[in-house]
């Protein structure tokens, strides 16, 4: 038995889930969406009938994509951060409690933010500079320490960037080797000197530790968190749009 | 059937002249270019909003909410005086390339 409500809200859910669609663009594709449905409904084509002709009418998000994103990448570049962060907020399940992936995203952000600089900046200076870093310590110490510094530097990119669905692509695959290093890293640490670091490091280590946790852990929560398309939040049919149908 | 960049270039016009007429919605737009274009115009519908958009960004059309009788709400688009001012300019170029198109073609055959 076709149902109007479910279909809507499968044709809007790449819409919703993309970024570069704003809430009130959706809002007017759905409108024209109604409104050609009810051309074809009135003309007394089957109900499912008519909707399908109406979804060829106005196009597949996919055949949308591509004029839509080229208005999207003409929008300020603040506009277009705070919609992928939108975008992305939007596949979390609505099983997964919303606040504290806002936390820790927020954690993400802002750890990311200060750290990849200072990171880019240290490794400029060490590499230019390092007599700097040699004078007081064993050159030996920064070398063996050099795999962590780099998986601090993916850690901080990879807390800025936000995620997408599960694609299989380059980053992902990245992001899979990373998650692996870390957890690994952070497992190795718990083992060996858990009380040493928090004790000797007054706790700075065990957060530096969180931190490395924190972009696989939002990666993790999109690909494993990620929300029925056709949750029911999704339809938002207007008033009096189905009363010619 | 119109191809693809003969369809850009004319679908910009078309939108500002139906504008020009009256101030109307997406649907609606799209319904009067396919009827005065003898079904000739065929497309993605939902296309043509991004092209609002960017007509609106430009400061040619402006947009307002409004909601309809039976509770629909519908985004309306009207001309303003830089959009009316645009159409102008289209028009006089669009009258340049008809007129050297019909020069070098030549008038049509008539048999009557």
């Not at chain 2, 004319?10 to 500002?16: C, H």
Request: charged share 20%; aromatic share 14%; net charge neutral.
């Amino acid at each position: 038995m076709f149902n109007l409500e479910n279909a809507i809200a499968q044709w809007k859910a790449p819409f919703v889930l993309s970024r570069y669609y704003s809430s009130e663009t959706i809002a007017e594709l759905e409108s024209h969406l109604l409104d050609t449905y009810r051309e074809f409904a009135v003309e007394g084509i089957e109900r499912e009938d008519a909707f399908e002709a109406a979804l060829q009418r106005i196009g597949s998000e996919k055949v949308l994509r591509v004029e839509h994103k080229k208005e999207w990448k003409s929008t300020s570049l603040l506009a277009r951060i705070f919609s992928t962060y939108r975008a992305e907020r939007k596949w979390i399940s609505s099983d997964v409690k919303r606040w504290w992936y806002g936390v820790a995203r927020l954690g993400s952000l802002g750890l990311g933010l200060w750290w990849l600089p200072a990171i880019l900046v240290s490794s400029v200076t060490l590499i230019t500079s390092p007599r700097n870093y040699l004078l007081d310590w064993d050159q030996w110490y920064y070398l063996q320490g050099s795999p962590l510094w780099i998986l601090l530097g993916f850690s901080s990119l990879f807390n800025l960037i936000p995620f997408k669905e599960w694609s299989r692509s380059w980053s992902d695959i990245l992001r899979v080797i990373h998650t692996a290093l870390v957890v690994g890293t952070v497992a190795f640490n718990v083992r060996i000197a858990f009380w040493v670091v928090i004790v000797s490091n007054g706790g700075e280590a065990f957060m530096w530790e969180v931190w490395l946790c924190l972009g696989p852990f939002l990666w993790l929560v999109q690909v494993f968190g990620k929300r029925n398309v056709v949750d029911s939040d999704y339809v938002s049919i207007q008033p009096g749009a189905l009363e010619m149908a | 059937m119109l191809n693809k960049d003969l369809m850009a270039a004319t679908i910009r016009p078309a939108v500002l002249a139906v504008l020009a007429q009256r101030e109307s919605y997406g649907y609606e737009i799209i319904k009067e270019v396919r009827v005065l274009s003898n079904e000739q115009v065929e497309w993605a519908e939902g296309a043509l909003y991004p092209m609002l958009h960017r007509m609106e960004r430009h400061g040619l059309i402006e947009s307002y909410w409004r909601t309809a009788d039976n509770g629909r709400k519908r985004k309306y688009y009207r001309l303003n005086n830089s959009g009316q001012k645009e159409l102008d300019n289209q028009k006089a170029q669009w009258k340049v390339a008809t007129a050297l198109l019909n020069k070098v073609w030549g008038p049509e055959p008539c048999l009557t």
